[in-house]
């Protein structure tokens, strides 16, 4: 809303004039307030004034918000309806395509549609010990969690399903260096870490290539039979990572010695790690390693980090 609508609105509204111009109610309040009296009229507020500058002076904007628009509702059932339905119309989301290595998200959502991707969100948020993450970031985690666990996952204990096709040779998946990188069905590439994560646990992508590699994943018979799954979640009960607790629905079976080299997929070559820490492990070269029935996780050895090369 325009500061000059505002005013024009506060023209008509003198109590709430007054009391914003003491410093009684702020700015954020007063545009609610505003936005009221524009929307059922300035004298349906003026009514009931009082009771309405009481709730701005002790609530919060956002509380506030709730206040003004149940009022709205009581004197303009209809109006708020149709106001309802046009928010809904103004719905969109945008997923954009990748652009180096990141994809933008943008959109809007009614409040019904706010309210309940927000909640939905919130069982992913929560931090773990020495979470380093923004909240942003959480956030981030938690709607692709909330993606990859809405996406044909079966609550059968064979984890998550395929969710990701990508397409890969054989010197990807073994790391050699000059090989290409991993083509996203969807368009856009992942480094050859990020393939070897993925092609940890078959559960979570399938990889496709020619030839060899095609050999090579039926030989390796990665895949984690449920049986398998099962034993592993009995034994490690959430992510192994230590001081991380999140639930084995969040986890992949992660490979201890990668199955390109060998490593067999077996119960004592095998971990439960939730998707950042599967991913620290792979694409941040962290080492996983079981002593005894501890795991202990180090961190990587390098010092140079190579920068990112600014394109011109
Ligand atoms: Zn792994
Ligand atoms: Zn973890």
Known sequence: MERVEIARQLEKLPRIG???ANGDIGYQHVAVLARTAEHVGAAAVRKEEGNLLQAAQTMDPGQFTTVAKNFEHRVDAAGALAEANHAYKRRYFHIGEP??????LDGVLDAEGGATLGTALQAFMKPVKDDDRSYGQRNADALVELG???SGSKRDGAGPRPQLIIRASLDT??????APAGELEGGGTVPAETVQRYACDSAISRITGQGELE????HASRTLPAS??????????????PGCTRPTVWCDGHHLVWW????ATALPNLALLCRPHHRMVHEEGWTLERARHEWRAS???????????RRE
């Open 18 to 20: 007054a009391a914003f």
């Open 99 to 104: 652009v180096d290595g990141v994809v933008r």
């Open 148 to 150: 990859r666990q809405g």
């Open 173 to 178: 998946l073994a790391g050699t260096r000059g």
């Open 215 to 218: 050999h090579e994943l039926n």
């Open 228 to 241: 398998t799954r099962r034993a592993l979640e009995a034994r490690d009960r959430h992510c192994v990572f």
């Open 260 to 263: 390109t080299s060998g490593g």
């Open 299 to 309: 961190p990587p050895r390098k010092v140079a980090i190579p920068r990112l090369r």
